[in-house]
Structures are given as C-alpha cells and as structure tokens.
C-alpha cells in the first residue's frame, strides 16, 4: 500500500534549519564584509589621538641649549611642607600664565589662552634642571608649545626666589631652625582661684578620717555580707514549665486544706502536693530570715 505523502527523496529527511546555515565561504566574506564596514565606522566618528612626532637629533654644531638650574626642585611638590601649589607663589604664577603667549591679535577671531598653572608646577616640582626637551617629554608637547613654558618658567623662577618666606630661605640654604622656647600660658589671671574658693575645694577633698577613724565608721556602718539577702526564686524557663495546676493547689494550700482533699479536687497525687507544700514552706523561711 503506497502513501500518496511519502516520497522516497532524499531531501525530505534533512532538516528544515540545514538548509539556513551559512559555508564556510559566506561566513568569511561576511566577517570581512561586517569588519571592513567596523573600520570605517571607527574611522569616521572615533576621537584622534595627536601623536607627536620623533624629535630629530640635534647637531652639536651651534648654540647649546639654555638650561634653567630649578632652585625649588625637592623643597615644593606634594609630598612636601609647601605641598604642589605653594602660597607665597601662586599669583606670581598665575599672573605669568595669563599673560599672551600667542601673539594674536584681539578681536574677532582672535583669542589668547593662558598656558595651564598645573603644567607650570609640574615642572617645577619635577624637573631639577629645566630645558625645552625636558618640558617636551614631561608634558608631551610639542616643540612651540614648550618653548611657551620654558619661557614662563625662566620669568617664574626670580620673582619666586624673591618672593620666598624666611623659612624657606633657611631651608634651602640648609640653615636649622632654632628651637624657641614654649611660649604656653598654663593659666592666666582671669582663672586664678581666690582663697575663698581654695578654702571650699580642699574642704570639698578632705578624708573621712579627718574626724573619725576607720573603726570607728565601720562599728557605726557595718559592712552585711553580699549575698545575705539573696533568695533564690524560680526562674522564668521553670515557670514556663510548672504544672498549670500548680497555682490552685498553691491557693488551696494557703487556705489550710488537706492534701488529700486536694487530690480529689485537683487530680494531682498526694505526691506532687507535699514537694510543692515543702518548696512553698522553703521559699516562705527564706524571705522570714531576709
């Protein structure tokens, strides 16, 4: 008996999802495809990076180049007293940085960007022996640019030596400091106690046996035994666990009834009612002899 829907086709019993994978062919010239698309879109739209070009060696021929000796190399930085931005100098700084160091002309398009107080620092701090090329590697700048703060520097540098506190001065010049002597005022006139009061506080701080000895104050105030007065109850967990029939036996004994009475009433043995009569009569001497 044949099936009209059966076919003897070798394509029908492949599955449906083989015929959607991709060769190996179409897989690389879709990763080449969505790749060199990658690149393009990196190339268009991601921020450029400045990279500065190799310097070119210098001849020995012609001028050496100016070196500026960085008098505060080691006395100003962060790690030291007058820290990275030092007080006595700042407007001395900032007021070189501001000035034009562009030479373009005011007005429309024009535009004079003071250089960076922090780079001006910076080289102070860093660098012992200040030159062109040494601003140029410490601050990645070009050759033009750090013309500009080698120029600043040579400006800051005497007006700071000028400007220097006393305590600097000795201290670049390897001068100790002195030792002062201690100039602490214990106590003033406004705090000083009148006879008066120093009559009321040694009065105040007198001893006891200033009038009477120890044995006396101990025959008048005997001194009782800590744990004297301590009775031991139930605690809280014994109580959680007692009988709930406890109270009423407790109440019936109160009221003079006999044990057996109580048996009958209560259902509790003749037992438990004579241990909980004898605890009842132990805790009663207690508190008596209290």
């Avoid at 190339?43 to 008098?71: C, H, L, Y």
């Avoid at 030479?103 to 107080?117: A, E, N, Q, Y």
């Avoid at 109270?247 to 241990?275: F, N, P, W």
């Amino acid at each position: 008996m044949s099936h009209p829907h059966v076919s003897n086709s070798p394509t029908t019993t492949e599955s449906p999802t083989s015929t959607n994978l991709l060769s190996q062919a179409e897989l690389e010239a879709l990763n080449a495809r969505i790749s060199a698309n990658a690149d393009k879109w990196l190339a268009d739209n991601a921020p450029k990076t400045k990279s500065r070009t190799g310097r070119k060696p210098k001849s020995n021929r012609g001028a050496k180049p100016k070196v500026i000796e960085n008098p505060f190399y080691g006395f100003i930085g962060c790690t030291t007293y007058w820290e990275r931005y030092p007080a006595f100098a700042m407007d001395i700084i900032e007021g070189i940085a501001r000035l034009d160091w562009h030479d373009r002309p005011t007005g429309i398009g024009g535009k004079s960007m003071p250089l960076s107080v922090r780079n001006l620092v910076v080289i102070l701090e860093s660098v012992p022996a200040i030159t062109n090329e040494a601003v140029e590697d410490l601050l990645q700048l070009g050759e033009r640019h750090a013309r500009r703060y080698f120029k600043a520097i040579e400006l800051i540098v005497p007006w700071m030596m000028k400007s220097r506190p006393q305590s600097l001065v000795n201290e670049m010049d390897g001068i100790e400091p002195e030792p002062k002597a201690c100039e602490w005022d214990d106590c003033g006139d406004a705090c000083a106690p009148s006879v008066e009061e120093l009559a009321k506080l040694h009065h105040d701080l007198r001893t006891l046996t200033a009038y009477k000895t120890a044995e006396e104050y101990e025959v008048e105030y005997p001194i009782h035994p800590i744990n004297a007065n301590v009775v031991t109850l139930p605690t809280h967990h014994q109580h959680q666990r007692q009988n709930p029939k406890r109270q009423d036996v407790v109440r019936m004994l109160a009221q003079g009834m006999a044990v057996k009475a109580i048996e009958r009433a209560t259902g509790v043995s003749a037992k438990t009612i004579r241990k909980w009569r004898d605890e009842l009569q132990t805790v009663q001497g207690k508190l008596q002899v209290a």
